[in-house]
């Protein structure tokens, strides 16, 4: 179970639910990447993981999302999932309200590597696992 939350802002390591952009959307739909129509406009809000926030310096190489000159474990990109956004092998520099995420634990995931930035506007709430006890 996980318990939502909305904070005015977010950190690195928060979990978030994303709503993508409807172009983005559209395409992973119709491509059969992602589900359509649960809870976003074009797509079902994915589960991810913040891994860099403003003032990041930020590449997509074919080995994986670097951060500030570190590389992301788990990031290297599947040849056959990009569609030409031109994010591979240009840098960014994250503004206010910008993100980059990423899956968890599954490096086959659809993310940033294939998407690039989100903003404040795509993230709907935190996510935080909720523990029940006996």
């Known amino acids: ?11 690195k390591n928060d979990t978030v639910l994303v709503c993508l952009d409807d ?9 059969h990447i992602i589900a359509g129509g649960l809870g976003c406009r074009q797509s079902a809000p994915l589960l991810k993981k913040i891994v860099a926030t403003e003032g990041d310096r930020v590449t997509v190489t074919h080995k ?12 290297a990109p599947i040849a056959r999932k990009i569609k030409q956004w031109n994010i591979i092998d240009r840098e ?9 995420v990423v899956a968890n634990q599954n490096n086959l995931s659809f993310d940033s590597r294939y998407f690039g930035v989100v903003t404040d506007r795509n993230i709907t709430a ?7 006890f006996d």
């Open 1 to 11: 179970m996980y318990f939502k939350s909305y904070p005015a802002s977010y950190t």
């Open 23 to 31: 172009e983005i959307a559209r395409w992973s739909v119709d491509h």
């Open 64 to 75: 994986g999302i670097v951060v500030n000159d570190v590389l992301v474990p788990n990031t």
């Open 92 to 100: 960014i520099l994250l503004k206010p309200t910008e993100y980059i």
């Open 126 to 132: 935190k996510i935080r696992p909720f523990y029940l």
